[in-house]
């Protein structure tokens, strides 16, 4: 049986898989036990101080998700479970972890309609050939979230279907930033609106993503994104370039009931953690103390890519990386750090940074703020 092997040059945590979901899954959970279970400590934790959900809530939340995605996904299933047997953990808890954004958000709307601090945050960015100094589509994002969680990078050679490299958390199976083989590349924003609700049982964010990942075609990833309905709203900046003279590149805000796509102005999408298009989703815009960040970032991102857009620079991996390291508004900058005046369960960082060249199939990558450690390169 495969089990997974960690890649020991450099300081990025990759981890080779292959085979079957379930010999991806046992190999996933057996190379990185110990930093999923280090995963599951801390979101079980958070669950309860910052989302007031109990740990025999969360698991029984997870047990109702568990039959969906069996349903759903089989093969998402079956990776879960070779992770649980890799890892020596309760398939139930492998399970939590990876609808820990439906657990999480929905309470996150629930609770954030009271004068609560909540939730963490994310800034991406993309443009399109024109726009690039190497005319490949770059896709970039900051991914904020808690800062004890383990990271980990997954070069992925499944029996069926594209080769992906993907970032995700320590024992969930769907990278939710990341590329595959057919030029797809995928970056993410959490989003929270007044509709999210756990209870709607539909097909969960992780999968969605690992969907997505697994696409062939844009067409295809698109459709992973906006067929039925959702549990909780979430948004998604996908683009694919097969070739130096085919790219497409397109955001999605999607809410539980309906989607809208936004094209790039003048090349370049940019997106953080609040609609853009709220009233014509029809649903109510959630925003909290701690969520307002987003908004900051977003209008400095929009700031930091104006020559883009504007024609007077080329967007280039080292561009990129200067306007991730960016500390306007600090410690609610692009570049996030812990904010003091929050609570230790309440805290959001930086916790990866990734650039990715689609064209080329490869990503820059650094766990961790930007600003602290080099950008370091890997390749499909």
């Not at 979901?21 to 979101?43: M, S, V």
């Not at 954004?101 to 945050?121: C, D, T």
């Not at 280039?316 to 003091?340: I, Q, W, Y």
Request: glycine content about 8%.
């Amino acid at each position: 049986m495969h089990r997974g092997t960690y890649n020991t040059k450099g300081r990025l945590p990759v981890l080779r898989l292959k085979g079957s979901p379930y010999q991806i899954g046992y190999g996933h959970g057996k190379a990185a036990q110990d930093k999923i279970r280090h995963n599951l400590e801390t979101y079980f934790r958070r669950f309860k101080n910052e989302t007031q959900l109990s740990r025999d809530e969360a698991l029984a939340r997870a047990g109702k998700y568990l039959r969906v995605i069996r349903l759903a996904s089989p093969a998402y299933a079956r990776a879960m479970e070779g992770v649980a047997m890799g890892a020596n953990t309760r398939l139930l808890e492998i399970a939590a972890l990876n609808v820990r954004y439906e657990l999480m958000y929905s309470q996150f709307a629930r609770i954030g309609l009271k004068p609560h601090r909540r939730s963490g945050g994310c800034t991406a960015f993309g443009a399109l050939p024109e726009t690039t100094v190497n005319r490949h589509i770059l896709l970039a994002q900051n991914w904020d979230w808690i800062p004890q969680v383990e990271g980990l990078f997954l070069k992925i050679q499944p029996t069926k279907g594209p080769n992906v490299l993907c970032f995700t958390e320590a024992g969930v199976v769907g990278g939710k930033i990341g590329l595959n083989s057919e030029g797809i590349g995928l970056a993410i924003n959490g989003l929270v609106s007044s509709k999210d609700d756990w209870g709607r049982l539909r097909k969960p964010f992780h999968v969605i993503c690992w969907e997505i990942l697994g696409s062939k075609s844009l067409q295809e990833a698109l459709t992973r994104i906006t067929r039925g309905e959702r549990s909780c709203s979430a948004n998604f900046m996908v683009g694919q370039q097969r070739a130096l003279s085919s790219s497409k590149l397109v955001d999605v805000e999607s809410a539980p009931s309906s989607t809208l796509t936004i094209p790039p102005q003048k090349g370049v999408l940019t997106h953080t953690n609040h609609f853009l298009n709220a009233g014509k989703l029809g649903v109510k815009q959630i925003l909290d103390e701690e969520r307002r960040s987003t908004l900051h970032r977003h209008k400095r991102i929009n700031e930091l890519v104006k020559p883009v857009r504007d024609g007077d620079e080329k967007l280039s991996f080292n561009t990129a990386e200067k306007m991730l390291k960016d500390h306007d508004g600090r410690p609610e900058s692009v570049c996030r750090h812990e904010n003091s005046a929050f609570s230790k369960d309440e805290r959001y960082q930086t916790v990866v940074s990734v650039i990715m060249d689609l064209y080329a199939r490869q990503l820059k990558a650094t766990i961790g703020s930007p600003c602290l450690t080099n950008h370091q390169t890997l390749r499909l």
